[in-house]
């Protein structure tokens, strides 16, 4: 599969954007799909994660989004969102979607820097957030 962001625009202290993760040659329904951000001279780090199955949907969210960001996908599980709420300067950055297959995700995502060939990555899309 290939994923394709985009939504990355500059927003407001305050303000709320909304990312998009086009999967292309799949869906989402037998994926972990994740949104990534990488900070200016920042690691990559994982912000969100969403799995669905048939019967429910689980959510997980680090500290620095939680209560603020909420991930979704449409109803045709092709299309992810990322909706950010109360952005604060600290959320700028390049956010990336990510997938891996159900069956290899043991609840925690590879380490972004070993390159894990188990995890498709997008290209990224840019979010700057303004006073």
């Known amino acids: 599969v290939q994923l394709v962001e985009y939504g990355g625009d500059v927003a407001h202290v305050g303000g709320s954007l909304r990312l998009s993760c086009t999967v292309l040659?799949?869906?989402?329904?037998?994926?972990?799909a994740g949104w990534f951000r990488q900070g200016p001279g920042k690691e990559r780090e994982g912000i969100a994660t969403i799995t669905e199955s048939t019967d429910h949907t689980f959510h997980a969210y680090s500290n620095a989004v939680k209560d603020r960001f909420h991930v979704s996908t449409d109803d045709a599980k092709i299309t992810m969102y990322l909706h950010m709420t109360k952005l604060k300067p600290e959320d700028a950055g390049l956010y990336f979607c990510?997938?891996?297959?159900?069956?290899?995700?043991?609840?925690?995502?590879?380490?972004?820097?070993?390159?894990?060939?188990?995890?498709?990555w997008g290209k990224g899309t840019q979010v700057t957030v303004a006073q």
């Open positions: 990510a997938v891996m297959d159900q069956n290899d995700f043991n609840g925690q995502w590879p380490d972004p820097s070993s390159s894990s060939d188990l995890v498709v």
């Open positions: 040659g799949g869906t989402f329904e037998t994926l972990v």
